[in-house]
């Protein structure tokens, strides 16, 4: 499903950094004149779509009085592309910016500096649309065209640089997308000093990369400093203030500090509201801002109604049809697909959006919307088609130029919880090891986590606990690291680690785990709720490994108590600790004690299952142990006969599973002169034949699944 997502602010082609319309002293007619003035104060405040018309009149006039393939003409029409940019008319702006690019590519003597603003443009177009080798491939072609120039074009270079770092974000590439935002930022404030407006914009590119570092202080810090510049320079009513106001408060939302999350989107919202006119594409920004806050906040109806009205706005500004409003489907898909009465729409809205740029080059920026899909489809069971949406959004990703990391990762995690469903358990533990090598660059704190954990479960459910214990160890350091030591989240990875301990037979380690598990769980559900029974039977387990009968036992009532609250009582569930109560007293040898318990659970499971149920199986062997155990051989036997009877339905007859029943009713008869004593004795040697060899079999196929993983490793 879709998590929530930052506000990005990658290149936006502010004032200073537009390639000029006009080159300095170059004399225009007046209603050019007019027209330069009015573009600029345009984009400066966003009213995008009344730029694009003065900008197709002012490329009009160019034409007519220049021609179409002069330099200034082609210049107007780079700035024309922007303003279709940021209207998310991207097919419209790569045209427009393809046709300026080949003109320019074209001239005698060549102009290095309007050819490489040029192939910038394109660069970010092209990134929209989903096409990130070909942006990577055009930002250093601009990057080489701006050194090219006579006096090199250092304004240019910085605008490329920056837009590179987009590029290696989109990729997971964390490392080179800082590097490429601090050498935007070092010419930036060379250039214009260290309190001008493109300054302000890559410091609120640099401190989302440190938020997806986690690291919170940092981003702050510079989203701070972003603000600062904003409200010197231009007002606080600036575009950029509220943008940045709006990332601020998903950095509070997201580290939980949600008043000031809601502070700042008051503030933002209060600045757009200033501006007057009607709501444009920064109140969708602040809505879907508020819908991801919301749904943080588990605010799941001011979400949805949030995420409703980003989605009104976009069809609004965009046209029911654009790439925008297909980000706006999935957004509300992602909202309303917790809700069981709801999934059924959020099903509809993802396909919706699928369709609205299926076969497109922007498909493969929707590989997300293809796994959110695919994760209601897995949870319908409808499995061939998950997968398909799966592998295709893998596909998507790795297509072209160097891998899309995030997404790649995004879908193998996709297949691998298809391949668990399907019970392919090895094959699951394959993908998402394929899928943390990919992501292991990309230090996402909770990712991480979520993955150590998830490589964990997986290594436990292969039987392979020590790698299961040093995966989960992992998970539990880190988010010990960046939640605190009592977070309820730690909770369940305390409880996975204990398992693992429990399957190495590190008694004590796993009983630390389970209690602490308990301790954290109980803070936050409280004593009785329903998700503290299974680590309390581990826990018993433990401490019936380490000899401590009573503490077992205590553990085991406590979980009867539970089950009285939250079970009716003549549920099925009832019978459970009683059974349980059974083996300690089994343990202790009070064994008529054992049989009374047995019985009031089998008495229980009849009443749920009736009295042939294959589900009668365990409690059925263990009342007749115990009784074999206590003396009453007739009671034994009829319960050991019953037994018998349902498991040779299912069995044939020398099976393994029935060699409990067959030697108890051998020894029944031994001690009572039975006749029937001889048949159950050769019965008992045919199953423990076919016993010795089914272990065999089972120890060859350790073996060879052990030479097999050998071999992976």
Same mark, same amino acid.
């Given at each position: 499903?879709? /998590?929530?997502?930052?506000?990005?602010?990658?290149?936006?082609?502010?004032?200073?950094?537009?390639? +000029?319309? /006009?080159?300095?002293?170059?004399?225009?007619?007046?209603?050019?004149?007019? *027209?330069?003035?009015?573009?600029?104060?345009?984009?400066?405040?966003?009213? $995008?779509?009344?730029?694009?018309?003065?900008?197709?009149?002012?490329?009009? *006039?160019?034409?007519?009085?220049?021609?179409?393939? $002069? +330099?200034?003409?082609?210049?107007?029409?780079?700035?024309?592309?922007?303003?279709?940019?940021?209207?998310?008319?991207?097919?419209h702006a790569e045209a427009l910016c393809e046709r300026a690019v080949h003109a320019l590519d074209d001239l005698e003597p060549p102009e290095p500096v309007a050819f490489g603003h040029a192939l910038a443009q394109l660069a970010k177009v092209s990134r929209e649309l989903g096409l990130h080798g070909r942006a990577e491939a055009l930002y250093q072609s601009a990057i080489a065209a701006h050194k090219e120039a006579p006096e090199p074009d250092v304004v240019g270079l910085a605008r490329s640089y920056h837009g590179l770092s987009a590029i290696f974000d989109d990729r997971g590439q964390l490392d080179k997308a800082e590097a490429m935002c601090r050498a935007a930022l070092t &010419?930036?404030?060379?250039?214009?000093?260290?309190?001008?407006?493109?300054?302000?914009?890559?410091?609120?590119? =640099?401190?989302? *990369? $440190?938020?997806?570092?986690?690291?919170?202080?940092?981003?702050?810090?510079?989203?701070?400093?972003?603000?600062?510049?904003?409200?010197?320079?231009?007002?606080?009513?600036?575009?950029?203030?509220?943008?940045?106001?709006?990332?601020?408060?998903?950095?509070?939302?997201?580290?939980?500090?949600h008043p000031k999350a809601e502070a700042l989107f008051a503030r933002a919202s209060a600045l757009i509201d200033a501006r007057g006119g009607p709501p444009d594409a920064l109140t969708a920004t602040l809505l879907?801002?508020?819908?991801? $806050?919301?749904?943080?906040?588990?605010?799941?109806?001011?979400?949805?109604?949030?995420?409703?009205?980003? =989605?009104? =706005?976009?069809?609004?500004?965009?046209?029911?049809?654009?790439?925008?409003?297909?980000?706006?489907?999935?957004?509300?898909?992602?909202?309303?697909?917790?809700?069981?009465?709801?999934?059924?729409?959020?099903?509809?809205?993802?396909?919706?959006?699928?369709?609205?740029?299926?076969?497109?080059?922007?498909?493969?920026?929707?590989? +997300?919307?293809?796994?959110?899909?695919?994760?209601?489809?897995?949870?319908k069971d409808d499995l061939e088609e998950a997968k398909a949406l799966a592998t295709r959004a893998l596909t998507l990703a790795r297509a072209g130029d160097a891998s899309n990391r995030a997404d790649a990762a995004a879908a193998l995690v996709s297949l691998s919880q298809i391949a668990e469903q399907r019970k392919d358990v090895d094959r699951a533990l394959e993908l998402m090891l394929e899928a943390f090598t990919l992501r292991a660059e990309r230090s996402l704190i909770d990712q991480s986590i979520s993955d150590l954990t998830r490589l964990g479960t997986l290594f436990l459910a292969t039987d392979q606990p020590e790698q299961a214990s040093k995966f989960l160890k992992e998970a539990l350091s880190r988010a010990t690291g960046s939640r605190g030591k009592d977070h309820p989240s730690l909770a369940h990875l305390t409880f996975l680690a204990g398992k693992a301990a429990l399957a190495q037979k590190q008694w004590k380690q796993a009983l630390f785990s389970f209690d602490r598990s308990l301790a954290i769980d109980e803070k936050a559900k409280g004593r009785s709720h329903e998700d503290l029974v299974e680590t309390l039977r581990l826990s018993a387990e433990a401490n019936l490994e380490l000899g401590k009968l009573g503490a077992a036992e205590a553990v085991y009532r406590r979980m009867?108590?539970?089950?009285?609250? &939250?079970? +009716?009582?003549?549920?099925?569930?009832?019978?459970?600790?009683?059974?349980?109560?059974?083996?300690?007293?089994?343990?202790?040898?009070?064994?008529?004690?054992?049989?009374?318990?047995?019985?009031?659970?089998?008495?229980?499971?009849?009443?749920?299952?009736?009295?042939d149920s294959i589900r009668l199986h365990a409690i059925l062997d263990k009342a007749a142990e115990a009784h074999l155990k206590n003396g009453q051989l007739v009671r034994a036997e009829e319960l050991s006969r019953r037994l018998l009877g349902i498991l040779e339905r299912v069995v044939a007859p020398d099976h393994p599973i029935l060699l409990a029943s067959v030697r108890r009713l051998a020894t029944v008869y031994v001690e009572t002169g039975d006749a029937r004593a001889e048949e159950m004795v050769k019965r008992v040697v045919a199953s423990l034949e076919a016993a010795t060899e089914e272990a065999k079999e089972e120890a060859r196929k350790k073996k060879a699944d052990l030479a097999r993983r050998r071999g992976q490793s």
């Open positions: 499903m879709v /998590s929530p997502q930052l506000l990005y602010a990658w290149p936006s082609m502010t004032a200073n950094e537009q390639a +000029p319309v /006009s080159p300095p002293g170059d004399a225009l007619p007046d209603q050019e004149t007019q *027209l330069e003035t009015q573009l600029a104060q345009l984009r400066a405040n966003d009213r $995008h779509e009344l730029a694009a018309a003065l900008g197709e009149r002012l490329v009009e *006039l160019r034409e007519a009085r220049l021609g179409v393939a $002069h +330099p200034r003409t082609l210049v107007a029409v780079v700035a024309l592309s922007e303003s279709y940019y940021q209207m998310a008319r991207y097919d &010419i930036r404030e060379k250039v214009f000093g260290e309190d001008a407006l493109p300054v302000a914009e890559s410091i609120n590119s =640099l401190a989302i *990369l $440190h938020l997806r570092k986690s690291d919170f202080a940092e981003a702050e810090r510079l989203h701070l400093r972003a603000l600062a510049i904003y409200e010197l320079r231009q007002g606080s009513d600036h575009p950029g203030a509220a943008h940045t106001l709006v990332n601020l408060g998903i950095l509070y939302s997201e580290k939980g500090e879907d801002a508020l819908a991801t $806050h919301y749904a943080l906040t588990g605010e799941g109806s001011r979400a949805i109604d949030a995420a409703r009205r980003t =989605l009104a =706005l976009r069809k609004e500004l965009f046209g029911p049809s654009n790439p925008e409003v297909a980000t706006a489907l999935n957004n509300l898909g992602a909202k309303l697909v917790g809700r069981e009465e709801t999934r059924d729409e959020a099903e509809a809205l993802f396909r919706r959006a699928l369709t609205l740029v299926d076969a497109t080059p922007r498909a493969a920026s929707f590989g +997300p919307m293809m796994l959110n899909l695919a994760a209601i489809c897995l949870a009867g108590d539970i089950y009285a609250k &939250i079970h +009716p009582l003549d549920s099925e569930w009832q019978g459970i600790v009683p059974a349980l109560l059974g083996d300690v007293a089994m343990k202790r040898k009070a064994f008529e004690k054992a049989s009374d318990l047995f019985e009031e659970a089998l008495t229980i499971a009849e009443a749920a299952f009736g009295q």
